[in-house]
Nanobody, 111 residues
Framework: QVQLVESGGGLVQPGGSLRLSCAASGSIFRINVMGWYRQAPGKERELVAVVTSGGSTNYADSVKGRFTISRDNAKNTVSLQMNSLKPEDTAVYYC?????WGKGTPVTVSS
């Protein structure tokens, strides 16, 4: 069983930046895909960005050019650098890894 611990959420003004981090531990044999999803109030959970062990990435169109996902395979961590944040980025952000989900970290973009 994989455990995921997220950190880095909070309140930020529009145009600001935040960095989310997620550390995986537990029964980790081989992790291929790690990533971030988000769920805004009243909406379904959606993909934000994912990265494979080989470094291939995929981003939601809404965050391309603003968000950057990265991972450290040796430490089993994945991070999400979020720049130029917009109010519509407000959501609970969830880390994903090997079928497991983190508890989520809230991000609020508001002036």
């Amino acid at each position: 069983q994989v455990q995921l611990v997220e950190s880095g959420g909070g309140l930020v003004q529009p145009g600001g930046s935040l960095r989310l981090s997620c550390a995986a531990s537990g029964s980790i044999f081989r992790i291929n895909v790690m990533g971030w999803y988000r769920q805004a109030p009243g909406k379904e959970r959606e993909l934000v960005a994912v990265v494979t062990s080989g470094g291939s990435t995929n981003y939601a169109d809404s965050v391309k050019g603003r968000f950057t996902i990265s991972r450290d395979n040796a430490k089993n961590t994945v991070s999400l650098q979020m720049n130029s944040l917009k109010p519509e980025d407000t959501a609970v952000y969830y880390c994903y890894c090997s079928g497991a989900w983190g508890k989520g970290t809230p991000v609020t973009v508001s002036s």
